[in-house]
Antibody, heavy 120, light 110 residues
Framework: QLQLQESGPGLVKPSETLSLTCTVS??????????WGWIRQPPGKGLEWIGS???????YYNSSLKSRVTISVDTSKKQFSLKLSSVTAADTAVYYC????????????WGQGTLVTVSS | QSALTQPASVSGSPGQSITISCTGT?????????VSWYQQHPGKAPKLMIY???KRPSGVSNRFSGSKSGNTASLTISGLQAEDEADYYC??????????FGGGTKLTVL
């Protein structure tokens, strides 16, 4: 059964870069049937799609975050990563990684999520 | 990409049916039959409940159903149960491999 696990620092200073990694287990990251995505949820608020990546490296980003976001993939390690630069307190959120099914364009399954707090 | 519009809260008694709406635009919900719905219990990751407007993943109760008319998608839960109390989010494909979520709806089972 496919599982995803987020990892990375839980505390990031303002103006620095948030870096998270999602490790995929129990299945292939290189399938043509999926993208891989990052979604975040500020405390007490709704979900926001950050971006998605194909195993080949093709990426798509939320236009509101595009200037600060980089998503990359390492198929040899079965990992994909998120970098968000110039963070502020508004970037404090639970960050989820998930598999994006094609052509259904739906996320399943999700990682458990990791809370990243932006604070000095 | 503006968030899809959902009611902040809905409620219903056990056994009743409720419907949650999700309103987008002709650029997202109205253009694609690629609306999905997610259930999220407190402190947990979201769970896929409906995809492609009305399809249920294996293991999801048939009490959950989805539909779409124009720019508005809907999730209906019939035979409401206490375990259905959760937050529900819609999500739509918005073209060029982009996605947009709704603001979320808190379902309270009275």
């Amino acid at each position: 059964q496919l599982q995803l696990q987020e990892s990375g620092p839980g505390l990031v200073k303002p103006s620095e870069t948030l870096s998270l990694t999602c490790t995929v287990s129990g299945g292939s990251i290189s399938s043509s049937n999926y993208y891989w995505g990052w979604i975040r949820q500020p405390p007490g608020k709704g979900l926001e799609w950050i971006g998605s990546i194909y195993y080949s490296g093709s990426t798509y980003y939320n236009s509101s975050l595009k200037s600060r976001v980089t998503i990359s993939v390492d198929t040899s390690k079965k990992q994909f990563s998120l970098k968000l630069s110039s963070v502020t307190a508004a970037d404090t959120a639970v960050y989820y990684c998930a598999r994006l099914l094609l052509p259904e364009e739906s996320f399943d399954p999700w990682g458990q999520g990791t809370l990243v707090t932006v604070s000095s | 990409q503006s968030a899809l519009t959902q009611p902040a809260s809905v409620s219903g008694s056990p056994g009743q049916s409720i419907t949650i709406s999700c309103t987008g635009t002709s650029s997202d919900v109205g253009s694609y039959n690629l609306v999905s719905w997610y259930q999220q219990h407190p402190g947990k990751a979201p769970k896929l409940m409906i995809y492609e407007v009305s399809k249920r993943p294996s293991g999801v109760s048939n009490r959950f159903s989805g539909s779409k008319s124009g720019n508005t998608a809907s999730l209906t839960i019939s035979g409401l149960q206490a375990e259905d109390e959760a937050d529900y989010y819609c999500c739509s494909y918005a073209g060029i491999s982009t996605l947009v979520f709704g603001g979320g709806t808190k379902l309270t089972v009275l």
